[in-house]
């Protein structure tokens, strides 16, 4: 059984495009796969400077995780505190880490271009994510295409680090997500919590509903045919239920014959996100109300991660001439 490790900053409310995104993979993945998720709470501190707030975040992504589906059972699921040998291999990973290989990073151009200081926890956060995937010996690692420098740089750095010391580090494979296409938020653009176009499956539904008939659609008429796939509606619902369900099918043959108009089609979408997610939802209020489980999930996840993470860092250690 292949090992599976991937993390998730603590940045805010999980939203729909965070799901259909990567967590829905998840869930589909721990049921044949040795799945390990963490929350990488020591790359958020790259932006978060609210103490009380990163707690927060913390604990809802932990909830909103297994409501979503990850079962606990199935999927070690940790906090990147939890296992502080990460950051032991990471200095071990930087001591071998050319510094044109973090130039060339174009993540955190990226962020940079968008406002984030350009600390240097930021410029070398690719060596802190390349050795939260070596420490724990994964095999694959899901990400979507825009993210496949990061497990290139993370080959390499095992690859550079293999070559002084030894066959120390697996070398992971990248496993790209199939793209639901990228799911765009109610404005059109990328859903993302930085443009405050976000779709949370966890609202109350007036809200909810309100917030879904706000999405931009163009001018044409009830009677009009009209192109699925250029819909933020259509796009958002094809996102979440797949391509070739058939309410997907059925609402595309909507869109193209017209009849429909776009309230019709907003309405359509807001019943199948509170039908999705009826389990979660309620699953989600059960553990809000039990910080007990919550915390002992944490406890579980993390001794699994620790016992091979303990391993490869003795290796690592001991190679290195430590």
């Known amino acids: 059984m292949k090992r599976v490790l991937s993390g998730l900053q603590p940045s805010g409310q999980l939203h729909v495009g965070n799901y259909a995104g990567a967590i829905q993979q998840f869930v589909q993945l721990q049921d044949s796969h040795e799945m390990y998720v963490f929350i990488a709470s020591y790359h958020a501190l790259t932006s978060s400077r609210d103490a009380n707030e990163l707690r927060q975040n913390i604990r809802q992504v932990v909830i909103d995780y297994v409501a979503f589906g990850l079962d606990p059972a199935k999927t070690n699921i940790y ?5 502080p040998q990460v950051t032991e291999l990471s200095w071990l990973l ?3 880490c050319p510094k044109h290989m973090m130039d060339k990073a174009t993540s955190y ?3 940079v271009a968008k406002g984030l200081a350009a600390s240097i926890g930021l410029y070398t956060y690719p060596v802190l994510q390349a050795a939260d995937i070596l420490a724990v010996d994964a095999d694959l690692v899901p990400v979507g295409e825009d993210q496949r420098q990061h497990i290139e740089i993370t080959r390499d750095l095992a690859s550079k680090f293999n070559h002084y010391y ?9 496993m790209i997500r199939e793209e639901a ?3 765009p938020g109610v404005d059109g653009q990328k859903m993302s919590k930085s443009y405050g176009n976000t779709l949370d499956p966890f609202m109350d539904e007036k809200p909810l509903r309100k917030r879904i008939m706000k999405i931009k659609t163009d001018s044409l008429g009830v009677d009009d045919p009209k192109d699925p796939d250029t819909c933020t509606v259509y796009q958002i619902f094809r996102a979440l239920a797949g391509p070739d369900s058939e309410q997907t099918q059925a609402l595309a043959s909507r869109y193209r014959n017209g009849g429909m108009g776009y309230g019709e089609a907003k309405q359509t979408l807001f019943e199948f996100i509170l039908e999705h997610f009826r389990d979660a939802r309620s699953k989600r209020l059960e553990l809000t109300n039990d910080p007990g489980y919550i915390e002992q999930v944490l406890k579980d996840g993390a001794e699994a991660a620790n016992k091979i993470i303990g391993n490869v860092t003795d290796r690592a250690r001991k190679a290195a001439g430590l």
């Not at 030894?166 to 990248?174: H, I, M, Q, S, Y």
């Open 94 to 96: 930087s001591c071998i």
């Open 181 to 183: 296409g990228v799911v």
């Open 166 to 174: 030894g066959d120390v580090f697996k070398l992971p494979d990248a």
């Open 79 to 83: 906090l990147q505190q939890d296992v």
């Open 109 to 111: 151009k990226d962020k």
